[in-house]
């Protein structure tokens, strides 16, 4: 199975009853890219992703994970997902969670023991302790090494550390960025925060408010790790926040 699954979104257009969620999105990402959606709140950022998962159906236009429905790439466990909540079993190790996941996803090709998942999002010394007993912090790093456990070929991300503390954000973001660059999945990573979408992505796309559709595109050729007091950083940055400031007063 491969590492990486190129995504195609074409003339994608999707309602709910009488709101017009998305309108006329097309977009591309390349197997193994990194991508932050951003864009103000309802724009419709999570039901994008979740139409890319194959959850819903859109009203409109088409889904492609390498050429196959988005419904049969997630009937192939090719899929993986990572919410704002953690969602572990309670009543299960953190381990157990894992293994878990293992269990209802096997994969034709290798992937790491649950045990040296753990170790590599800094939970070996807590295999057995049970996610209540954990910070969100650590619940999210289980969370993290539950979806590494399933092999997956796509990543898709939706504000996974928006709950935590801007220092245990960071260290998690660049533990993330170090695993996504040994797996190497194709990454669609939802956010609020610019200077996290610059700081992780290859490629950052703005949404319009709602029907969202593609603003435009910010892209990153900044070499990893990135240096966020540098000027090319802070000009893409600047270059994000405009036109992301221009969405949302046209959006007013």
Known sequence: MKQSLDIQVRQLSHSYAATHALQNINLHI????????????????????????GLQTPTQGNIWLDGQPSEAARAAKQIGWMAQQAALLPWRTVLENVQLAQKINPQKRAVPQANELLNMVGLADFAAAYPLTLSGGMQ?????????????????????FAALDELTRELLAGELLTLW??????????????????????????????????????????????DDTSMAFQELLRQARALLRRERVHGD
């Open 140 to 160: 999210q790093r289980a969370a993290l090494a539950r979806t590494l456990a399933t092999g997956t070929a796509v990543w898709l991300m939706d504000e996974p």
């Open 181 to 226: 660059q040994q797996f190497q999945p194709t990454v669609l990573w939802i956010t609020h925060n610019l200077h996290e979408a610059i700081r992780l992505s290859d490629r950052v796309v703005v949404l319009t408010p709602r029907p969202g559709t593609i603003a435009g595109e910010i892209a990153v050729p900044l070499p990893r790790p990135r």
């Open 30 to 53: 390349q197997p193994g890219e990194f991508v932050s959606l951003v864009g103000v709140s309802g724009c419709g950022k999570s039901t994008l992703m979740r139409l890319i998962a």
